[in-house]
């Protein structure tokens, strides 16, 4: 398994791209550093034609499905907001491109797990 940052790992078996949101305790919850790996990994294999799918999960594995996302780390969102820190408007912006990314991606997708965040579903 190849490792972007300790927080997402990424691996291709077989023509599968594998990603894996690794912040269990905190839910898997997406920092800024997050979304940016996220978005280069699929912007790699997007055009990769190895590379046939892309699943994306969660690391931990409770509950019946285990934990998949948390959505934005509120805990980041919410310093960022009260100390003005620009970097709040880059979470969002790159979150939402994020989200465009995923929702255009030709490859079959599939995201295991219970999430908080209302826009990634999986299939």
Known sequence: MSEI???VLAEVRGRVGFITLNRPKAINALSLGMVRDLLAQLLAWKDDPQVLAVAIRGSSKEGV???FCAGGDIRFLHQAGSTG???????FTEEYAL???IFTYPAV???YGWHRHGRWHGD
């Open 65 to 67: 499905f285990g934990h």
């Open 109 to 111: 997708y599939r995201l």
């Open 5 to 7: 940052t300790a927080d």
């Open 99 to 101: 989200n465009h990314l």
């Open 85 to 91: 820190n620009p970097e709040l408007e880059d979470f």
